[in-house]
């Protein structure tokens, strides 16, 4: 559906995009990850047309952006990270500005304002909205146009916890509609939910590209469980380090064990086996953040 292929971009003495390479199937949600600077607004620009790659290939839908950039851009719909927007028009002027520009049928608004709930903020001014706002019309924008390729740079944005929950199930709704969407987010806990594939940029390079579950694997991924054991014994720290536990702490009568996912269940039950007498637990799992963590300081090492 997406294919991106050895895309370089330099900035005078900046190289921003340093031969990435990826693919986006059909009805695929991927996320691309990265701290600031780190290419992704340049990958994104350079898929939509709007920045010229120095090298590389880009085909949406077979269609190579650079030679045929109409045809290819017919088959997508691109949030950018700063929106413009006329300040003398009311959202709903707005709305049916774009609609008219890109000859869509009215219904297009319609199902956008209910999609984004737009309906209080139709009667304002574009510079009356706040920050959140405009990115919720951004978003209304993007998706009007009727097309299986969606392309946000940092959709949420601006967005408050609210706003995120309702982008969250938008793309819930877009992904089975059977849209193909990529894009860039600062949010690593709604990588999880939302994401069939993650891409982490750091300086301009592709470190990893692979699905969310993978990556987790692949990083051993952790889970923690707090105990509180009425008949607490040392014994017990040791029993829970021969099952596999990482690293155990203990506290009068309770304790926090980590140990890797598949492993935690195991510590537990041999504790229990052996007669502790567990009166409450509590497990928590490693969060996305906490992986993202793991990765950038393997490719960026501390001094
Ligand atoms: N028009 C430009 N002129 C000069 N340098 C640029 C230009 N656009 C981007 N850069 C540089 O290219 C690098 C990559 O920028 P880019 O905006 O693609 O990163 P990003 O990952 O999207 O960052 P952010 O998360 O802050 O949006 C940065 O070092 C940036 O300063």
Redesign the pocket.
């Known amino acids: 559906m997406l294919s991106v292929k050895n895309l370089k971009k330099r ?2 003495d ?1 190289v ?2 340093d031969g990435v390479s990826f693919n986006v199937n059909e009805n695929e949600t991927v996320v691309l990850l ?10 994104l620009k350079s898929i939509v047309g709007l920045i010229i790659p120095d090298e590389g290939e880009i085909y949406i839908n077979g269609v190579n952006v650079l030679s045929e950039p109409k045809r290819a851009r017919s088959y997508l719909s691109f949030l950018p ?1 700063r929106i413009s927007l006329y300040e003398s028009l009311k959202v709903i002027e707005i709305l049916e500005f774009f609609r008219k520009l890109r000859g869509l049928p009215v219904k297009r608004v319609e199902y956008v304002i209910e999609m984004l709930d737009l309906k209080d903020l139709l009667g304002k001014y574009a510079n009356e909205l706040s920050g959140g706002n405009v990115q919720r019309l951004g978003i209304a924008l993007a998706i009007m146009p009727e097309v299986p390729i969606l392309i946000l ?2 959709p949420t944005l601006s967005l408050d916890p609210e706003g995120v929950m309702r982008f969250k199930s938008l793309l819930s709704q877009l992904k089975k509609d059977g849209k193909t969407i990529l894009f ?1 987010t ?1 949010l690593l806990n709604e990588v999880d939910e939302l994401a069939d594939k993650v891409g982490i ?1 750091v300086n ?1 390079r592709l470190i990893t590209f692979e699905s969310a579950s993978e990556l987790k694997k692949k990083l051993k991924f952790e889970s923690k469980v707090y105990l509180v054991v009425k008949n607490m014994d040392d014994g017990f720290v040791k029993l829970a380090y021969d099952s596999g536990a990482i690293e155990v702490s203990r506290n009068g009568t309770s304790m926090i064990i980590k140990a890797e996912s598949n492993k935690i269940l195991d510590v537990i039950f041999n504790l229990y086996k052996s007669g502790a007498q567990i009166e409450n637990f509590q497990t928590s799992s490693q969060s996305f953040e906490a992986i993202y963590q793991k990765l950038m300081e393997e490719h960026e090492p501390k001094n």
Do not use: R
């Open positions: 900035y005078k900046t921003a995009v990265g701290p600031n600077g780190s290419g992704k607004t340049t990958t990270q740079d940092e860039t600062h940029l301009g």
